[in-house]
């Protein structure tokens, strides 16, 4: 359930953190523990947390899947503050920071196939682009890449340690608008927590290599860097990702307090046993109390059965 968004008084920026679940589908485990992590984050930094819905991508969106997403979060306790934030709300605004990419000549366009690029080298975050359109001039059927410089992109995360990367050379020029004319999730994804003023993003391992390139478009757009966690992600027992795309199982409404307790297990929190059968009130209580994100340090993933 959302809360009011007071107005803050004081000049002091202050904790803000974010769950953005895309509505591909409902809610699964491997999405809860991350929806924990960063809620648990927020509660003990006596800060805010918001929910907002990636539903950008609209050809991958699922009917009902965002009403099922948070009708999950609130049977389990979640309590967002202000109003749920949905991408698609946000169509004018990023055709506005498209358009400033343009005009100030961050961006070109792209027509490159993926058998164009099938001989590309592979990097952080895929195929490798190396400018082959940057002085073409391309007037439809086109992509929109970001003009990579030779730079050192680095961070600190607060669970996996100093990252870095040469960004022209270990990624290259990255999409940040897709030919089907949709933004990507990169773009989308710092202006959305620009917009809000998220200081901390918490979310899972697997995408602690797109910071590199949101750190590189915050810099671009002015953005205010927010500190990055990325806690472990949920595998099978083949070591295979908890999500959608795979086929992860639905969470279970009915089975409430014992996916909160296996959640926390799955974050190392090691709750008591007598937890799997309290209350919710007294898990999250205990939770908020005993929260420890160090518990988490340098662990990639975490092998689970449900």
């Not at 050809?59 to 009708?71: G, H, M, V």
């Not at 410089?149 to 990624?171: N, P």
């Not at 004319?181 to 710092?190: D, E, P, Q, R, W």
């Not at 199982?249 to 089975?255: D, G, P, V």
């Amino acid at each position: 359930m959302n809360k009011k968004d007071e107005p803050e008084s004081s000049n002091i920026i202050k904790y803000r953190g974010r769950f953005a679940p895309s509505p591909t589908g409902s809610l699964h485990f491997g999405s809860l523990i991350t929806a924990i992590a960063s809620y648990l984050e927020a509660k003990t930094s006596q800060g805010k947390w918001f929910l907002r819905i990636d539903n950008a991508d609209f050809l991958r969106e699922q009917d009902k899947a965002s009403d099922s997403i948070k009708r999950s979060l609130e049977l389990h306790g979640f309590e967002w503050d202000g109003n749920t934030h949905y991408q698609s709300n946000s169509l004018t605004l990023y055709n506005q920071k498209k358009d400033h990419l343009i005009d100030n000549d961050y961006v070109f366009r792209c027509n490159c196939s993926r058998k164009n690029l099938r001989n590309n080298p592979i990097g952080l975050n895929g195929v490798i682009y190396k400018g082959t359109c940057r002085t073409k001039n391309i007037k439809e059927d086109f992509s929109i890449r970001v003009i990579t410089e030779h730079l050192k992109v680095a961070f600190k995360d607060e669970i996996q340690g100093h990252q870095a990367c040469q960004i022209d050379e270990d990624i290259g020029d990255f999409t940040i608008w897709r030919r089907d004319n949709i933004i990507s999730y990169h773009l989308a994804t710092v202006i959305d927590d620009n917009e809000v003023g998220i200081t901390n993003v918490v979310r899972g391992y697997d995408l602690l290599n797109s910071t590199f390139c949101q750190l590189y478009l915050q810099n671009i757009l002015n953005y205010i860097n927010p500190i990055y966690s990325h806690i472990p992600i949920a595998t099978d027992a083949n070591n295979q990702k908890l999500s959608k795309q795979f086929g992860a199982a639905e969470l279970s409404n009915k089975l409430i307090t014992q996916n909160l307790f296996n959640g926390l297990c799955a974050l190392k929190q090691e709750p008591p046993t007598e937890l799997r059968s309290d209350n919710l009130s007294n898990i999250w209580s205990w939770a908020i109390d005993n929260w420890s994100s160090k518990k988490l340090t340098m662990v990639k993933s975490i092998t689970t059965l449900n």
